[in-house]
């Protein structure tokens, strides 16, 4: 059974640097995709960045970037010039299409970052 | 514009009293899914459901029904509820014919069973 393991429930970093987020996974699958998701205090989940497998560039948008190591099942965010709107929870998940063409989403457990002022 | 409803943002409710919590998408997504997130756990999955009159269980169903006879909605009924079944719920949708499987949630909604 695939498994999302996020190892580190909080986190704190100063406003301006930089944190890493980590994120292993378990999967027998070649093909699936990977999302990082921010859950802030208002409780909606938004979309930060998303990786498919089959690619091997690392996915990027604006302060936020992943670095994916297929081989290892490791797929850490990274957050530049760590900003106060950045507090919030972050859940790692997995998705793969099943043989049956369904979708299966997996969680992990979230980290809870705190950005400090 | 393109959103996810929920209703109601809040229940406080007794144990073995009915509720269903409502969602509804206007992005005409073919997957809709529940999930109930706790404390340490995550989010998990309870039901999804690939299109009209397509569902299939998630993860942790027990307790739970859905119905999908609308594109647009995908209630989650709890025929009777109990304490362990207080926690905070989303429900999602994404589309089938997108690659970018983004799921796309609703606010939430707080459930509390006494």
């Known amino acids: 059974a695939q498994t999302v393991t996020q190892s580190q429930p909080e986190m704190s970093v100063q406003e301006a640097e930089t944190v890493t987020l980590s994120c292993t996974y378990d999967?027998?699958?070649?093909?699936?995709?990977l999302f990082w998701y921010k859950q802030p205090p208002s409780r909606q989940m938004i979309l930060v960045i998303r990786?498919?497998?089959?690619?091997?560039q690392n996915a990027t948008e604006n302060r936020f970037s992943v670095n994916f190591q297929k081989a290892a099942k490791s797929f850490s965010l990274k957050i530049s010039d760590s900003q106060l709107g950045d507090t919030a929870m972050y859940f790692c998940?997995?998705?793969?299409?099943?043989?049956?063409?369904?979708?299966?989403?997996?969680f992990g457990t979230g980290t809870r970052l705190k950005v400090l002022a | 514009e393109a959103q996810v409803t929920q209703n109601p943002r809040y229940l406080i409710t007794v144990t073995g009293k009915k509720l269903t919590v409502t969602c509804s998408q206007n992005?005409?997504?073919?997957?809709m899914s529940w999930y109930r997130q706790d404390p340490g756990l995550g989010l998990r999955q309870i039901y999804y459901?690939?299109?009209?009159?397509?569902?299939d269980k998630g993860d942790v169903p027990e307790g739970y029904k859905v119905s999908r006879k609308e594109k647009r909605n995908f209630p989650l009924i709890l025929e009777s509820p109990s304490p362990n079944q207080t926690s905070l719920y989303f429900c999602?949708?994404?589309?089938?014919?997108?690659?970018?499987?983004?799921?796309?949630f609703g606010p939430g909604t707080r459930l509390t069973v006494t």
């Open positions: 459901s690939m299109n009209v009159e397509v569902t």
């Open positions: 999602a949708s994404s589309s089938l014919g997108d690659s970018s499987y983004e799921q796309y």
């Open positions: 998940a997995f998705m793969k299409q099943r043989g049956s063409g369904t979708y299966k989403y997996i």
């Open positions: 990786q498919e497998a089959y690619k091997q």
């Open positions: 999967t027998s699958e070649n093909n699936y995709y």
């Open positions: 992005m005409n997504h073919e997957y």
